[in-house]
C-alpha cells in the first residue's frame, strides 16, 4: 500500500522559510506526479503546488508563485517544498500528494488518490 510521510512543518515567523519533504513508499515513485495541498482551519483544502513523474514541470496556485519551489528526487522517493517569503496567510495543514494516474499532472483534488497525514504550518507575526 502506498505510504507518504511529510515531515520539516513548524511554527515560523513572516518572512522566515520552511522545507517540508514527503517520503513515498508502495508505488513507482518515478511513474506518478506529486502535489502539495494545504487546508486552513475552517476551509477547503487547495492545490498549492506539483510536479511532473519527471520533475521537469512544475504548477503552482498563485498564491504561492515565486515564493515556493517544489521539487522531487526520484533515487530517493522524496518530493520537496520549500516555502520562502512565507506569509500568514500561509498557515495551513499541508499535505503530500501522490497522482491518481500516471504520467499525470493535475491541480485538482481528485486528480490524487494517496495522500499523506499533513504536517502543521504556523507562521505567526
Known amino acids: 500500500q502506498v505510504q507518504l510521510v511529510e515531515s520539516g512543518g513548524g511554527l515560523v515567523q513572516a518572512g522566515d522559510s520552511l522545507r517540508l519533504s514527503c517520503a513515498a513508499s508502495g508505488l513507482t515513485f518515478s511513474r506518478y506526479s506529486m502535489g502539495w495541498f494545504r487546508q486552513a482551519p475552517g476551509k477547503d483544502r487547495n492545490f498549492v503546488a506539483a510536479v511532473s513523474w519527471a520533475g521537469d514541470e512544475t504548477y503552482y496556485a498563485n498564491s504561492v508563485k515565486g515564493r515556493f519551489t517544489i521539487s522531487r528526487d526520484n533515487t530517493k522517493d522524496t518530493v520537496f517544498l520549500q516555502m520562502n517569503s512565507l506569509q500568514l496567510e500561509d498557515t495551513a495543514v499541508y499535505y503530500c500528494?501522490?497522482?491518481?494516474?500516471?504520467?499525470?499532472?493535475?491541480?485538482?483534488?481528485?486528480?490524487?488518490?494517496?495522500w499523506g497525514q499533513g504536517t502543521q504550518v504556523t507562521v505567526s507575526s
Open positions: 500528494a501522490a497522482g491518481r494516474r500516471p504520467y499525470y499532472t493535475g491541480s485538482r483534488n481528485d486528480d490524487y488518490n494517496n
